[in-house]
Nanobody
Framework: QLQVVESGGGLAQPGGSLRLSCVVS????????????IAWFRQAPGKEREGLSC???????NYADSVKGRFTIFRDSAKNTVYLQMNSLKPEDTAVYYC???????????????????WGQGTQVTVSS
């Protein structure tokens, strides 16, 4: 069974950076992280969950306009980990950040819609001076 654990959240100043990690376990035997689509989402208090970025099985990426140019998603298949590098943070980036994953070996694209079956518990990111 797939399990996803996020980490790396915390307090950052406006203009600062954080790197979130998403460690995945329970992959199908013989198949690495590159057979899965993985995405990052966030949810601020009183707001709907927002898709931020995803990485497909082929390594293609997709970003929401709100984070394009500031956030970068990448994976380390050897560590079964996907990262979200967040730069130029703003107070409006404050939210709980979630990682989600789907088995998706046949599709070269990914989605930042919340159509994922496996989710982590989230990690809090607070951007404040």
């Amino acid at each position: 069974q797939l399990q996803v654990v996020e980490s790396g959240g915390g307090l950052a100043q406006p203009g600062g950076s954080l790197r979130l990690s998403c460690v995945v376990s329970g992959l199908r035997p013989g198949y690495g992280l590159n057979f899965y689509a993985i995405a990052w989402f966030r949810q601020a208090p009183g707001k709907e969950r927002e898709g931020l970025s995803c990485i497909s099985t082929t390594g293609s990426t997709n970003y929401a306009d709100s984070v394009k140019g500031r956030f970068t998603i990448f994976r380390d298949s050897a560590k079964n980990t996907v990262y979200l590098q967040m730069n130029s943070l703003k107070p409006e980036d404050t939210a709980v950040y979630y990682c989600a994953i789907n088995w998706n070996p046949r599709s070269p694209v990914c989605t930042i819609q919340p159509r994922y079956d496996n989710w982590g518990q989230g990690t809090q990111v607070t951007v404040s001076s």
